[in-house]
């Protein structure tokens, strides 16, 4: 079993950053894909960022990409969202994940571990 907790989450002006950070307990085996996903008011839940634990391979949603940077630790059981150039619609509650069969899928279903999220609101 894996329980992942986030932390990291506030209140930033638009062009600021944040970096989240994700707490694994349990082991995280090297064939797990970690990602995070976020989910804004009223809408489904996004493909933000994944990383394939062994390879340390990285994908990125399109509305992201060159801003956002997914990274780990391993020793610490940790994976990391650092967030820059941050826009009003990148509010939103932000959850990591894991994928314990490591498809570095894009989807919701294939991810077997949540964690309960942590608020990012960016003021414009």
């Known amino acids: 079993q894996v329980q992942l907790v986030e932390s990291g989450g506030g209140l930033v002006q638009a062009g600021g950053s944040l970096r989240l950070s994700c707490a694994a307990s349990?082991?995280?085996?090297?064939?797990?894909?970690m990602a995070w996903f976020r989910q804004a008011p009223g809408k489904e839940r996004d493909f933000v960022a994944a990383?394939?634990?062994?390879?340390?391979?990285?994908y990125y949603g399109d509305s992201v990409k060159g801003r956002f940077t997914i990274s780990r630790d391993n020793a610490k059981n940790a994976v990391y969202l650092q967030m820059g150039s941050l826009k009003p619609e990148d509010t939103a509650v932000y959850h990591c994940?894991?994928?314990?069969?490591?498809?570095?899928?894009?989807?919701?279903?294939?991810?077997?571990?949540w964690g309960q999220g942590t608020q990012v609101a960016v003021s414009s």
């Open positions: 349990g082991r995280i085996l090297s064939a797990y894909t």
């Open positions: 990383l394939t634990w062994a390879g340390s391979r990285t």
């Open positions: 994940a894991a994928d314990r069969y490591g498809s570095g899928s894009r989807e919701v279903p294939h991810y077997d571990y």
